[in-house]
């Protein structure tokens, strides 16, 4: 890859229809990794190796998202609700009606960022208090970032401004970063950007001095090295957790810059480097997915990923992320040209999407 330095700006978003399809790429994508990383997730390489040996596409014989997918599009309705107005007050109501106030999930609301959040909201903290427990530097904001740059397609600062209104309710610091460095990644891939103006996009709207921002150039840096390489240049070795996110955004735009945005060696590259392999393979997904289009994905793949079963969100159940992408790029602000949908409401599926 060519220097970070040498870059062009990103263009301009494409015509409805090129935009519908990279829409559809990258949330379907997210779904995708995630589904294809999950069984291989807190696994070492040599681990998934002695297992699988190379993983080349579904383990199980019944692929499905995990909490990386359903949050997404938790926050692909959110965003579908709002538009550009949404507040920190929006999102606080909205993890109430959707996720606190309601009965959980076996995940039980998830990874460690969303159980200390749940926590914190039932205490009746607010944001950005809500976002102080122990875990506030997760990749959990990450993983549900891609639709910020969905709807913000072409301008990577806003979905980075949206992404981290989103994460202010249950994230800080590096967590907003990880989040925002995707937001804006998938934002510039939308409009078509090369995939060194993407991870340019992404490195521009966090602190140049930042964890994040740190492990995302070292990852790209030796990204042409190849999946060992990358994860070398950026796993925290002996730290139990893998869901870190400066570790995960920087394995997720290594393994998508050693794919040069290609759909399937990106997400096979971040699921085979395991750690939090659902994550990262996701967030791999979104922007492989929105730079190639939804025809990138195998048929085979796309096919295994139905609606959300509301194993983590009840409340998820029965969306399909593919009604999120329609939803996300068919209007703005919350007005909508398509589907029915009217601020206030939850989007249900719409007829038709899956086509």
């Known amino acids: 890859m060519p220097s970070i330095a040498c870059i062009s700006s990103v263009p301009a978003p494409g015509n409805p229809a090129e935009l519908r399809d990279r829409a559809r790429g990258a949330l379907l994508g997210l779904a995708v990794?995630?589904?294809?990383?999950?069984?291989?997730?807190?696994?070492?390489?040599?681990?998934?190796?002695a297992r699988w040996g190379r993983i080349t596409g579904f383990v199980t014989d019944n692929p499905a998202g995990t909490d990386d997918t359903e949050y997404a599009i938790f926050s692909g309705l959110l965003l579908a609700r709002h538009g550009s107005a949404l507040t920190p007050a929006h999102v606080e109501t909205a993890w109430h009606e959707w996720i606190a106030d309601?009965?959980?999930?076996?995940?039980?609301?998830?990874?460690?960022?969303?159980?200390?959040?749940?926590?914190?909201?039932?205490?009746?903290?607010?944001?950005?208090?809500?976002?102080?427990?122990?875990?506030?530097?997760?990749?959990?904001?990450?993983?549900?970032?891609?639709?910020?740059?969905?709807?913000?397609?072409?301008?990577?600062?806003?979905?980075?401004r949206l992404v981290a209104i989103d994460g202010s309710v249950s994230h800080d610091g590096e967590g907003i970063y990880g989040g925002q460095a995707v937001a804006a990644g998938v934002a510039a891939a939308m409009a078509g950007a090369p995939t060194i103006a993407v991870v340019a996009s992404a490195l521009a709207v966090v602190p140049d001095d930042s964890w994040t921002a740190r492990s995302l150039r070292r990852a790209v840096a030796v990204a042409h090295r190849g999946e060992r390489a990358v994860r070398s240049a950026v796993v925290i070795g002996g730290y139990p957790w893998t869901d870190l996110a400066p570790e995960a955004v920087a394995l997720a735009f290594g393994a998508y810059a050693a794919a040069d945005g290609d759909f399937v060696q990106a997400v096979l590259t971040a699921v085979n480097m395991g750690r939090d392999a659902d994550t990262t393979a996701a967030v791999a997904g979104a922007l492989a997915g929105a730079t190639q289009g939804v025809s990138a994905i195998p048929t085979e793949w796309a096919a295994a990923i139905g609606p959300a079963r509301g194993s983590c969100l009840p409340s998820m159940a029965g969306h399909h992320v593919l009604d999120v992408a329609e939803l996300l790029v068919s209007g703005e602000d919350g007005k909508w040209r398509t589907g029915g949908f009217v601020p206030g409401e939850t989007p249900t599926p719409a007829e038709g999407v899956r086509r």
């Not at 990794?33 to 190796?49: H, Q």
């Not at 995940?107 to 960022?113: D, K, L, T, V, W």
């Not at 205490?123 to 709807?151: E, K, N, T, Y």
Request: glycine share 14%.
């Open 33 to 49: 990794g995630d589904a294809l990383g999950a069984p291989a997730e807190n696994m070492k390489p040599s681990e998934i190796r």
């Open 102 to 160: 309601r009965s959980e999930g076996p995940f039980r609301g998830a990874g460690f960022s969303e159980r200390g959040t749940l926590e914190n909201l039932r205490r009746g903290l607010a944001a950005p208090i809500s976002a102080q427990h122990r875990h506030a530097w997760s990749d959990g904001l990450a993983m549900r970032a891609a639709p910020f740059g969905v709807f913000a397609a072409g301008r990577p600062a806003e979905a980075a």
